[in-house]
C-alpha cells in the first residue's frame, strides 16, 4: 500500500466521498488511489473553487469538505477559500501536492515553505514528512477541522511520501460520547435578565445546526454579514441592541460587526461570550472589559447543554415578539421604474424557491447579495459570509448540490461575481450537477459605485462599470441552459425554464441596480 492509498482510504473511513480537486503533477498518485473507491473527484477549473465547493458541500452535510490541489501556484490559488471558511466557521481540509522530502533544500521542482503560506490562515497547517504518519495526521486534521469553533486545515503531500510503501491501517476506536459543558452560569443569567439576546456564530444557523433555540422563548439570532447592524437580512434588529440587558454570544465574534460592543451601542448589556478559539475569547476581553465573563468552550456542545438545562422560566415572550418583529421589518420597496430593479428580481426568485424541490438557496455579492439576503427565504442557505469575499457563490451551489443532489439549489449574484468563476459551469455539466445561477446584471461593480456616490459624489462615480456581457450564452456555449431577460413579463417563465432545464443553468437578467435595502 502506498502513501497515497493510505490517505484515501483513511477518508473515506472518516466519511469522506466527495474531493474538489484540480489535477496537477505531485498529487497524481492520490488520483490513482481513489479508483476503486467510495471517494469521488470533481475536477475543476480553477484551485479556488475547489476550495469554495469543498466549502459549500460542508456547509450542507455538516461533515468536513475536502479539496485537494497540486503545489506552488496551485496552492497560492486555493488561500481565498481558507479566508471564508475561517470566518464561515466552516470545517475544511485543504490538501496540496508538495515538492519531495528527499530533495529539501535542492531548489526541487515548486519547492517552498507552504506551511508559512497557510498557518496564519487555518487551524492548523502541517507538512507530512513520514508516510507512515499519514492516517495519524489526517485523523488530527480532520479532528481538528471540526472541533472547537470549526474552520480550515491545511495538510502538505510531499510527492515521494505519497508513493512511498506504508503499512496497514490502525484504524481508530468510536470515541466517547463527549460529555456536555456546563451551562449554569449562562442558565443563571438568563434567568435574571429581562430582555436577554442570544447571538449566534455562522456555525449555529438553521441551515447547520438542527438545534431548536426557538424552544428557549428568547431571541436567538444568527449574524453571518459583514455589515452586521446593516445586514438587511436582519431587518431593524440593530434597535434592541440598546435595550439588551444581556448578550450571550455562542460562537459569534465581538467585532466590527457587534461594532465592538461598544458600550454607547450597547449601554445596557453585560455580556457571557463562548468561544472554541482562544483568539476570539481574548479579544472579547480586549474589547469589553469588565462587562463580559468569557467561556472558553465549544459553541455547539455548550448550545446544546444550555437548551438541555432551560426552563420555561427563561421565556421572554414580550421582548421575543419585539425582537422578531424588529427582524422581519423591511424597508420600503423602491417605486418601480420601467427596468427590472433588484427588489423585483428578488420577490420572482422567491416564486422559484418557494415551488422548488427540497431548496437550497445561494446568495452572493455586493448590493444584489443583500437584497437577496432580504427577501429570499429558503429551508437551508450558504451566504458569502463575513469574510467580505464575493465570488464564490457559483462553486458554493455546486458544492451544494453534490451534498444533496436531491435538492434544487438556486443561487442569486451581481455580474460581478458571476465573473470570478464563470468557467465552473463546464464542471457541472461535465459531472451532472445541476442548479440555477441568476444574475442580477447592472453593468457595474455596484456595491462600489454606490460607495463612489456616498462619499465622493456622483460626479465622480468611474472605474467600476462592466459591460452587458451575455453570461447566459457563454453557459449555453459551455453545455448549459442559458436565458437573458429584459422584460419584466419574461421573468418568470425564463426562471422557471431554467429549473425545468435539469442542467446548469443562468439566467441573465438585465436590472436596474439599486442600493443595498436599509434597515431603517
Not at 489535477?23 to 490513482?32: A, K, L
Not at 503560506?117 to 504518519?133: C, E, G, N, Q
Amino acid at each position: 500500500m502506498r502513501g497515497a492509498d493510505a490517505l484515501v482510504r483513511t477518508l473515506e473511513a472518516e466519511g469522506t466521498d466527495t474531493v474538489f480537486t484540480l489535477s496537477g503533477n505531485q498529487i497524481m498518485p492520490v488520483f490513482d488511489a481513489c479508483l476503486g473507491t467510495r471517494v469521488s473527484l470533481v475536477h475543476t477549473r480553477h484551485e479556488a473553487a475547489a476550495g469554495f465547493m469543498a466549502e459549500g458541500h460542508a456547509q450542507i452535510t455538516g461533515r468536513v469538505g475536502v479539496a485537494l490541489v497540486t503545489a506552488g501556484a496551485g496552492l497560492g490559488n486555493a488561500i481565498s477559500p481558507l479566508l471564508t471558511a475561517r470566518a464561515s466557521q466552516t470545517p475544511l481540509l485543504l490538501m496540496s501536492g508538495d515538492s519531495p522530502v528527499a530533495k529539501d533544500g535542492q531548489g526541487a521542482f515548486q519547492e517552498m515553505d507552504q506551511i508559512a503560506l497557510t498557518a496564519p490562515v487555518t487551524k492548523l497547517s502541517r507538512r507530512i514528512t513520514d508516510p507512515a504518519m499519514i492516517e495519524a495526521e489526517l485523523r488530527a486534521a480532520i479532528d481538528t477541522a471540526m472541533s472547537g469553533q470549526p474552520g480550515p486545515v491545511h495538510l502538505s503531500l510531499p510527492a515521494d511520501v505519497l508513493e512511498a510503501e506504508v503499512g496497514p491501517l490502525a484504524g481508530r476506536a468510536a470515541p466517547p460520547e463527549p460529555a456536555l459543558p456546563d451551562a449554569g452560569v449562562i442558565l443563571s443569567a438568563l434567568q435574571s435578565a429581562q430582555k436577554p439576546l442570544i447571538l449566534l456564530g455562522p456555525e449555529l444557523n438553521a441551515t447547520r445546526a438542527a438545534l431548536d433555540f426557538a424552544s428557549l422563548g428568547i431571541p436567538a439570532i444568527a449574524m453571518e454579514s459583514p455589515r452586521g447592524v446593516n445586514d438587511p437580512g436582519l431587518g431593524r434588529f440593530g434597535h434592541a441592541w440598546a435595550q439588551a440587558d444581556l448578550v450571550v454570544a455562542l460562537g459569534k465574534p465581538v467585532d466590527f460587526t457587534l461594532r465592538f460592543g461598544a458600550a454607547e451601542v450597547w449601554p445596557a448589556a453585560r455580556w457571557i461570550t463562548v468561544h472554541g478559539d482562544p483568539d476570539e475569547a481574548a479579544r472579547a476581553e480586549r474589547n469589553l472589559g469588565r462587562r463580559v465573563t468569557a467561556l472558553h468552550a465549544a459553541p455547539r456542545p455548550m448550545a446544546r447543554a444550555l437548551l438541555a438545562g432551560a426552563m420555561s422560566d427563561l421565556a421572554r415572550p414580550t421582548w421575543l415578539a419585539e425582537v422578531t418583529g424588529l427582524c422581519a421589518a423591511r424597508s420600503e420597496t423602491p417605486v418601480a421604474g420601467p427596468k427590472i430593479d433588484s427588489a423585483r428580481l428578488c420577490t420572482a426568485v422567491q416564486a422559484l424557491v418557494h415551488g422548488a424541490r427540497d431548496p437550497i438557496f445561494v446568495s452572493d455579492g455586493g448590493e444584489i447579495g443583500q437584497w437577496a439576503q432580504a427577501l429570499i427565504h429558503a429551508p437551508r442557505r450558504i451566504v458569502n459570509g463575513v469574510s467580505g469575499a464575493i465570488g464564490g457563490g457559483l462553486c458554493y451551489a455546486i458544492g451544494a448540490k453534490a451534498a444533496a443532489p436531491g435538492s434544487d439549489v438556486i443561487a442569486v449574484m451581481g455580474d460581478g461575481t458571476a465573473g470570478f468563476h464563470l468557467p465552473e459551469f463546464e464542471t457541472a455539466v461535465r459531472e451532472d450537477l445541476p442548479f440555477v445561477a441568476v444574475i442580477g446584471n447592472d453593468h457595474a461593480w455596484n456595491a462600489e459605485h454606490e460607495l463612489q456616490r456616498r462619499k465622493f459624489g456622483a460626479d465622480r462615480m468611474h472605474g467600476c462599470t462592466l459591460s452587458g456581457a451575455r453570461y447566459d450564452q457563454a453557459v449555453a456555449a459551455l453545455g448549459g441552459f442559458g436565458a437573458h431577460v429584459t422584460r419584466q413579463d419574461e421573468l418568470a417563465d425564463a426562471l422557471s425554464e431554467a429549473l425545468r432545464s435539469g442542467r446548469p443553468a443562468c439566467v441573465n437578467v438585465e436590472i436596474e441596480g439599486l442600493p443595498a435595502p436599509t434597515p431603517g
